[in-house]
């Protein structure tokens, strides 16, 4: 999609520290992490958010899933790791194709809002 700052990185033409790339979902670190592990989990069609979503396209949330469970394990988030997905301006969302945060590799605050 145009304008769209993630479609750019799946298309290459913004670096990106790529950790995961297959023929539907792209993973790379976040610029401005926020824990020693943050990784953000995209799928390469462009979905704005969560609410982009249908019962044809709602399936990619659990390819998403099962990649982030597999790049836990890769990154030694043993202990635990949260996995965000934010949606609209009140839920915080900046780029709006769709998106999963992989954040780990300390304690995390128990209080997520
Ligand atoms: P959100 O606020 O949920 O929309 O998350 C967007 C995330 O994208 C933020 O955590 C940003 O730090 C991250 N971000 C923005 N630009 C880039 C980029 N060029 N490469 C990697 N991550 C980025
Ligand atoms: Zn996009």
Known sequence: ?????FCKII?????????????KLLAFKDINPQ????ILIIP???????NALDETSAPIVG??????????DEFHLEAGYRLITNI????GQTVKHLHFHLIGGVK??????
Do not use: Q, T, W
């Open 44 to 50: 390469k069609e462009h979905f704005d958010s969560v």
């Open 35 to 38: 824990a020693p592990v943050h």
């Open 108 to 113: 995390l605050a128990e209080k997520m809002c």
């Open 63 to 72: 390819d998403i899933m099962l990649l982030a469970k597999r790049l836990a």
């Open 1 to 5: 999609m145009d304008n769209c700052l």
């Open 88 to 91: 609209g301006e009140n839920g």
């Open 11 to 23: 298309a290459g033409e913004i670096p990106s520290a790529k950790v995961y790339e297959d023929d």
